[in-house]
């Protein structure tokens, strides 16, 4: 049975015993980064997608969750009986880029005592990191939902992206829950978890302050191919002009700026950065970055000042592709 750190920023603790959890399902790793990774690119690579995950895709009947590692591309029900004690697991789920995510728990037998629950997260979780990171989402302090006890819960959880995931500990043989899944339109997506191999997509913020970033699992190459970033005004002042791709916006002092680069871990916020880029450039295709990283990030920072706009594409590296910019080696 695999095992791995799982570590939750906040929670709601939902319980129907005597207290809460004392640790919110925190246990000793036995499952490092790469391994995790490794999994997932396996399952992305299984899924059979060829026009994207789309929410049409439904399970007819209710799915068992078997292995302690899962991944969930479809609508539906599914439901786990516990064989194994005291591991904590994890259902990773995720939907087409301009999707969310809604869960319902409709049955819950998982005892409270010896750190028993099942927690709801908006997002991923991978070897204590979290992805969008803290900075990125939009409620960091309330994107968690711990349960326990023997209860249906009524409300769903919903996502504020594409993606979500369900860590549970079962603290007795048989103990278990049902949840269902389903999929919701996002008018307005900004962080995105790519499970494509190529794709082209649309980064705004809306005219409001925020980080948008996207993710992919493997090496990418990125083509910025059009670009209005820090440049029309949200006050509807000024004049719009093409200024070209202006690069190392970082540097110069500005605050709006769309950044390149790439990254060892889940954790976006530990970007290793190629470039920052900003300005008007309607034919900014151009610029192509190819990214030698285990996660590529494409990060749209907004000041709120300005209504920023991206499109760009993203495809997985392929063996001759010329890297231009490496991710250090980490030792595993």
């Not at 399902?25 to 499952?31: A, C, E, G, P, R």
């Not at 629950?117 to 997002?123: E, K, P, V, Y």
């Not at 269902?180 to 978890?193: A, E, H, M, Q, T």
């Amino acid at each position: 049975m695999i095992l791995w750190t799982v570590t939750v920023l906040s929670c709601c603790c939902v319980f129907f015993a005597e207290e809460c959890l004392s640790t919110p399902l925190i246990t000793q790793s036995k499952l490092s980064n790469k391994h995790g990774l490794e999994f997932l690119r396996h399952r992305f690579q299984s899924i059979d997608k060829p026009e994207g995950v789309s929410s049409r895709r439904r399970r007819s009947s209710e799915t068992a969750i078997i292995e302690c590692m899962e991944m969930i591309t479809e609508e539906g029900v599914f439901y786990h009986t516990a064989s194994h004690v005291n591991n904590t697991c994890g259902i990773y789920i995720f939907t087409a880029p301009d999707e969310k995510i809604e869960l319902k728990v409709s049955y819950l037998d998982v005892p409270c005592e010896n750190d028993g629950a099942i927690s709801l997260l908006d997002g991923w979780e991978m070897n204590g990191e979290i992805f969008p990171n803290e900075f990125d989402h939009p409620n960091p302090n309330s994107r968690v939902l711990e349960v326990c006890g023997r209860r249906k819960i009524k409300d769903g959880f919903r996502t504020t992206q594409n993606a979500a995931m369900i860590l549970y500990r079962m603290p007795r043989r048989n103990s278990g829950f049902r949840f269902s899944i389903r999929f919701l339109k996002n008018p307005r997506p900004c962080n995105v978890l790519l499970q494509d191999f190529e794709a082209t997509l649309t980064l705004r913020n809306y005219a409001s302050r925020s980080n948008c970033t996207i993710v992919s699992l493997f090496p990418a190459e990125v083509r910025v191919l059009s670009l209005s970033v820090g440049v029309v005004s949200t006050m509807g002042k000024g004049i719009e002009l093409e200024t070209g791709t202006v690069h190392k916006c970082n540097k110069r002092g500005l605050d709006d700026f769309l950044q390149i680069g790439g990254s060892t871990s889940l954790d976006t916020s530990q970007l290793l950065l190629t470039d920052a880029v900003c300005g008007m450039d309607s034919k900014a295709s151009r610029h192509t970055e190819v990214i030698n990283c285990d996660y590529t990030v494409v990060r749209l920072v907004s000041s709120g000042a300005f209504d920023n706009s991206v499109i760009i594409t993203m495809k997985i590296v392929s063996s001759g592709d010329q890297a231009t910019f490496n991710c250090p080696k980490i030792e595993v």
